[in-house]
């Protein structure tokens, strides 16, 4: 059994898998301020695991650890298929997406729709996890347009734990599938911790993990508790630096803090290797834009790279040039 105790869960700390964001290049530019926060990819569909570039889709960086890859699927085959390859990349943890509501998703009766379907959710589930060693978790909301009571929630989570799953990160609002985009499903559902709290106190022996609305350390702090960490999405995302005080205050690392320009400095290899192979200054200097927001001269580096990045030319120097905005 996972050992579930808050003070030393994996789980403590993690950066939720966000579509389009959290890509092997966000996951690089993160590792440099955090070594313990744990990762997670974009959702990755099995069957394109299965059947596409599997380098594209799922490479990654050995600095990346820990590190997991979301699975979307509910066909137990596929996704056991897709997990087997995931764990020989070298992943640390396949989750499940049980909480994504956008409509391509829903079109593939997965993510989120899943909440409804925790017998398939659990044949999943069970299927991975004869497939591979690596933990298989779930993330998941707390119930689906009308179905929003603990009684539902828990109705998940009893039939999904008898496959064996012992780890759930709980987005804890509940997802309407129809009349809201995934952005307001993000904000518009209200949030019931005490969903988790309770899930946590009656299934002690499970790894709980609370996601939705956390902002700040404090705010996370705040709701540990009795979990076994939290999950934060946006937040790290919009202000990218507050990844660097993680390791000091949820994980007790002395280690000095980064300053925002060390960590360009150390990037900056990355960079020239990724762009020596192709790739455009863009896909990774989209990600950079927040990192000195609350800073004086934010304006001006979010403004030089965002003008600059998309040129055909730009490369270390754009980023060199952006840097003297806030020197």
């Known amino acids: 059994m996972l050992n579930s105790s808050p003070q030393n869960s994996p789980w403590r700390f993690c950066v939720a898998p966000m579509m389009d964001w959290t890509t092997r290049h966000y996951r690089y530019f993160a590792r ?20 596409g570039d599997r380098e594209r889709l799922l490479g990654f960086d050995q600095t990346e650890h820990p590190l997991a890859v979301q699975l979307g699927g509910a066909d137990s085959v596929a996704l056991k298929e897709a997990a087997k390859i995931c764990e020989d990349y070298g992943y640390d943890e396949i989750n499940l997406n049980c909480g994504c509501p956008s409509d391509r998703v829903q ?13 398939i959710v659990a044949e999943c589930v069970s299927a991975m996890r004869s497939a591979v060693s690596i933990p298989i978790t779930i993330k998941c909301r707390i119930g689906i347009d009308d179905n929003e009571s603990y009684d539902f929630f828990n109705h ?8 064996g799953c012992e780890v759930y990160l709980v987005h804890a609002r509940k997802a309407w599938l129809n009349g809201l985009s995934p952005k307001q499903n993000r904000e518009i559902p209200p949030l019931h911790y005490e969903y988790a709290h309770q899930l946590k106190a009656q299934y002690p022996e499970l790894t709980v993990v609370l996601n939705g609305g956390l902002k700040t350390h404090e705010a996370g702090l705040a709701e ?8 934060l999405g946006r937040a790290p995302y919009e202000n990218s630096y507050l990844l660097a005080s993680v390791d000091q205050q949820w994980f007790g690392d002395a280690s000095l803090i980064r300053s925002r320009q060390e960590i360009i400095e150390m990037l900056l290899p990355y960079i020239e290797q990724q762009l020596s192979q192709g790739l455009y200054l863009r896909h990774i200097g989209r990600h950079l834009l927040t990192l000195f927001s609350g800073e004086q001269g934010a304006k001006a580096w979010r403004r030089y790279l965002s003008e600059h990045m998309h040129l055909e030319n730009s490369g270390i120097n754009t980023i060199r040039e952006a840097l003297k905005r806030v020197s």
């Open 32 to 51: 440099l301020m955090t070594q313990h926060t744990r990762l997670y990819t974009e959702m990755v569909n099995a069957y394109a695991v299965m059947h």
């Open 107 to 119: 079109s593939g009766a997965f993510g989120a729709c899943l909440m409804g379907k925790p017998e």
């Open 156 to 163: 998940f989570i009893e039939i999904t734990r008898t496959s």
């Open 224 to 231: 540990l508790g009795n979990l076994d960490g939290v999950m």
